[in-house]
C-alpha cells in the first residue's frame, strides 16, 4: 500500500464526516494542532481497532480506555493549501469505536475549562444520537491530583484490562503519577505515550517541572549541550519505564516528524507481552508512519493536490 494510500485509509476513521457534522458547531473550541497529529491519532486508532480490541476485549470482560489528556474532542489544522480540516480527537475517536467487544468504560481527563466544557458537549451529542460505543466518565480535573479515582475504579472491576493513552503538551504528567500506574499489580494496562522531546527540554530549564516530570533531579541530559541532549531526556524517561518489566516489556518508538524544520515527537508503546503477533503490527506502523511527515500529510488532505502521488511515495 503507497503511503497517500494508507493516509486515506485511515483518513476514514479519524475524519469520519458523519461524527464530525455532530459534534461540530462554529461556536464550539477545536484544538489547533499540526497536521502530524492525524499521523498519531491514527496510530491510536489502527492499533486500538485491528489490534488491542479484538485480542484484548475477547478475553476481558472489562476493557476500559484511560485518557490522561483528551483535548475538546475535536482538531483542527491547515492542509498544504490552508484549507481547514477537522479530525476527531483521541476520546471522540476511542468512545464511537465500532466493533464486536467495544470498549467498557473510557475514562476521559481534561485540566483546561473550555476544552472540557466542549468535550462534554461533544460527547452529549454523540449520546444522544446513539453514536457512542461505551460507558465514559468525565474527570475534568488535573490527572496528576485525580489518577487515584480511576486506578481505584479500575481495580474494582473484574476481568479489568486497560489501553492508557497519555498525549501531554510536554512534561505535565508528573513521574508520581506515572509510577503509580506503572506499579499496578491489577490491572494490566498497555501504553501509548506521546512524549515530546522539544517541549520536554523546553520545560527543563525549570528545575522543580523537569524534575516533577523525571522523578528525579539528577538527570543526565545536562551532559550534553547540543541536541543530544533531546535523546538523551527521552534516554532517560525509557530508563525509567524499563525499571516496571511487569507492565512495560516491549517498547517501540515510533517518530513522527513534522516535515517542515527538525522537529519530532515520538510515540512510545509499551505493553507487557513480549514476542505476540500484535507487536509484528506496531512495526508495521512504525515502517510506514516513518515514511510520512506532517507536511505530506497536508498535501494528501489538500483536495487541490492530487498528482503529487510520485512526490511523496
Ligand atoms: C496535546 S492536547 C491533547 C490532545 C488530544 N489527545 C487529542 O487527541 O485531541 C493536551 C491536553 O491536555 C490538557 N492538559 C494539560 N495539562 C493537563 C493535566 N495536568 N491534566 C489533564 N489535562 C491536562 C490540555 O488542556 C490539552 O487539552
Known amino acids: 500500500m503507497s503511503v497517500r494510500n494508507w493516509v486515506e485509509k485511515y483518513r476514514n476513521a479519524v475524519q469520519n464526516a458523519e ?37 484484548i476485549g475477547r478475553r476481558y470482560s472489562n476493557m ?4 490522561l489528556f483528551s483535548g475538546s474532542g475535536l482538531d483542527q489544522f491547515s492542509d498544504c493549501s490552508g484549507n481547514p480540516q477537522l479530525i476527531l480527537g ?17 475514562f476521559f481527563f481534561e485540566a483546561n475549562s473550555e476544552c472540557a466544557d466542549t468535550l462534554s458537549r461533544r460527547l452529549h451529542k454523540l449520546e444522544e444520537s446513539s453514536r457512542l460505543t461505551c460507558k465514559y466518565y468525565e474527570l475534568f480535573c488535573d490527572c496528576n491530583k485525580d489518577i487515584d479515582k480511576v486506578i481505584n475504579n479500575l481495580k474494582g472491576l473484574d476481568g479489568c484490562h486497560f489501553l492508557l493513552f497519555v498525549d501531554p503538551f510536554s512534561t505535565e504528567i508528573k513521574w508520581e503519577t506515572m509510577e503509580k500506574l506503572l506499579k499496578l499489580n491489577y490491572p494490566s494496562f498497555d501504553m501509548i505515550f506521546n512524549f515530546q522531546p522539544f517541549g520536554v527540554n523546553r520545560k527543563s530549564y525549570n528545575p522543580k517541572t523537569i524534575t516533577e516530570f523525571l522523578g528525579d533531579s539528577d538527570y543526565n541530559a545536562y ?22 518489566p511487569n507492565i512495560v516489556k516491549v517498547i517501540k518508538r515510533v517518530r513522527i516528524k513534522s516535515g517542515t524544520g527538525s522537529f519530532y515527537y515520538d510515540l512510545i508503546f ?25 507536511y505530506s500529510v497536508s498535501i494528501i488532505f489538500d483536495p487541490t493536490i492530487k498528482t503529487l502521488n510520485q512526490h511523496i511515495k
Open 270 to 294: 509499551t505493553t507487557r507481552k513480549a514476542g505476540s503477533p500484535w507487536v509484528k503490527n506496531i512495526d508495521y506502523l512504525k515502517k510506514v508512519i516513518e515514511k510520512l511527515t506532517g
Open 19 to 55: 461524527l464530525i457534522e455532530l459534534v461540530d458547531a462554529p461556536d464550539l473550541f477545536c484544538n489547533q494542532v499540526g497536521a502530524w497529529a492525524f499521523l498519531k491519532l491514527a496510530f491510536l486508532w489502527n492499533y486500538a481497532y485491528y489490534t488491542y480490541i479484538p485480542i
Open 90 to 106: 483521541s476520546p471522540l475517536l476511542m468512545a464511537t469505536i465500532n466493533s464486536q467487544y467495544p470498549f467498557k468504560t473510557c
Open 223 to 244: 551532559k550534553h549541550t547540543d541536541e543530544r541532549i533531546l535523546e538523551a531526556l527521552e534516554n532517560q524517561y525509557l530508563q525509567k519505564l524499563r525499571k516496571f
Open 64 to 67: 476500559c480506555y484511560v485518557d
